[in-house]
């Protein structure tokens, strides 16, 4: 596909999901600024495809991938858009709750924002070696699309409250720098807490500021893993091997697992929760040496969902029906041999699998489950009656 091709692409999926919003009858405040930030995108783009019609230049390589990620982007936006319709006219499954699909909203505009940001931040690096280059160029004309006509005093910091975000990224990144690569964030971490970092605590930390693999960390996602707390402590903590007894939970809907993952907690047991299996791949490279050293049932367990949606690198998201099987079978390839334990509905009668497993079991029963972390809390590795299909 030419270039021209990927740009309208990318333009006429965000003109159409913009005019669908603007047809629908009623609003929130968060589909609302999902509808703002996707003008926004439109904006951007449109100079660039009559600008690259009937030219020889070319977009540079970061550009380019600014805009295909932004594709990925605003098809999940567009499922979760879909879902808050159905939901809306009363049409959705019960399982899955009104604010999980508005939760899932306002990440995708986070994430809208954030991937914008980027792609302005790229086309003004073209634009300022264009001059030099025969080959790249980019249209003056962006400069109004952009979302602030203002760039050069714009703050990258306006929508941040947490005061230690503001200090650290004021003095050791720079007010106005919207991103910053993986590698040189964990750089000015360095300096900022006084002292080096090792390849391990660098791979932590980035597995949490860097949750969608983009390759750069924006001053949100920090204040989003910090939620409240000292920036400090939390970032020494996220560095640090997890506290056992850990239960690694899986699950594209954790907010489903609210009160069983209290009961966890409740029994003294860190609860860690990812939405998918890309994430849960990514967490286990990131942790593998200390899996591997507490890899016993008394330390660590596994629980997984036997179905979930997630996204394929197109950007559409799909129902997986083998995610259960998918985790299971990592684990082992890695040799990992930790308890898993199969959590469905109704999908139980398809997680035979279990059964050609070393300490893998399914179930659909709350009490089975609660015996499963209890035995973990109590430090306990003999515990065999969940070790089934259908258990």
């Not at 006509?149 to 004021?170: G, M």
């Not at 979930?308 to 079978?329: F, M, P, Q, Y």
Request: with cysteine; aromatic share 10%.
């Amino acid at each position: 596909m030419d270039i021209v091709s990927i740009i309208s692409s990318v333009y006429s999926l965000a003109k159409g999901i913009y005019t669908w919003v603007e047809q629908q009858q009623e609003k929130d405040e968060t589909v609302s600024q999902v509808s703002t930030t996707i003008i926004q995108i439109t904006n951007v783009l449109s100079p660039l495809i009559s600008f690259n019609s009937g030219s020889s230049k070319v977009v540079s390589t970061q550009v380019l991938d600014s805009i295909q990620r932004l594709y990925e982007l605003l098809k999940t936006t567009q499922d979760h858009l879909h879902l808050w319709e159905h939901d809306r006219s009363h049409r959705l499954f019960t399982f899955l709750s009104p604010s999980v699909v508005i939760k899932q909203l306002k990440d995708d505009e986070q994430r809208l924002q954030q991937q914008l940001v980027i792609l302005i931040a790229a086309i003004s690096v073209v634009e300022h070696v264009s001059s030099a280059s025969s080959d790249v160029l980019i249209p003056q004309s962006l400069h109004i699309a952009s979302p602030s006509s203002d760039t050069e005093s714009h703050s990258a910091l306006e929508h941040i409250y947490h005061e230690d975000v503001k200090q650290f990224w004021t003095h050791f990144i720079g007010e106005k720098v919207p991103f910053v690569t993986n590698q040189r964030f964990c750089w000015c971490i360095s300096r900022w807490l006084g002292r080096g970092l090792d390849s391990l605590e660098c791979r932590r930390l980035i597995y949490y500021v860097d949750e969608l693999e983009l390759g750069n960390v924006v001053p949100w996602n920090l204040q989003r893993i910090l939620g409240t707390w000292d920036m400090r402590s939390c970032i020494e903590d996220y560095m640090k091997d997890p506290k056992l007894p850990l239960l690694v939970w899986i699950d594209d809907i954790p907010s489903n697992n609210a009160g069983s993952v209290f009961y966890a907690q409740n029994m003294g047991v860190n609860v860690i929760q990812l939405t998918s299996t890309k994430m849960a791949q990514a967490w286990l490279a990131a942790n593998i040496e200390f899996v591997r050293r507490n890899d016993n049932a008394a330390s660590i367990r596994f629980v997984s969902d036997n179905v979930r949606w997630e996204d394929t690198s197109e950007g559409t998201r799909v129902e997986n029906k083998t995610a259960g099987n998918d985790i299971l079978k990592y684990l082992r390839q890695q040799l990992i041999v930790a308890p898993v334990l199969i959590y469905a509905g109704k999908s139980l009668h398809r997680t035979k699998y279990v059964e050609t497993y070393q300490m893998a079991g399914s179930t659909k029963e709350e009490n089975t489950y609660r015996r499963y972390v209890f035995a973990l809390a109590k430090r306990r590795s003999g515990d065999l009656e969940w070790r089934k299909f259908c258990a």
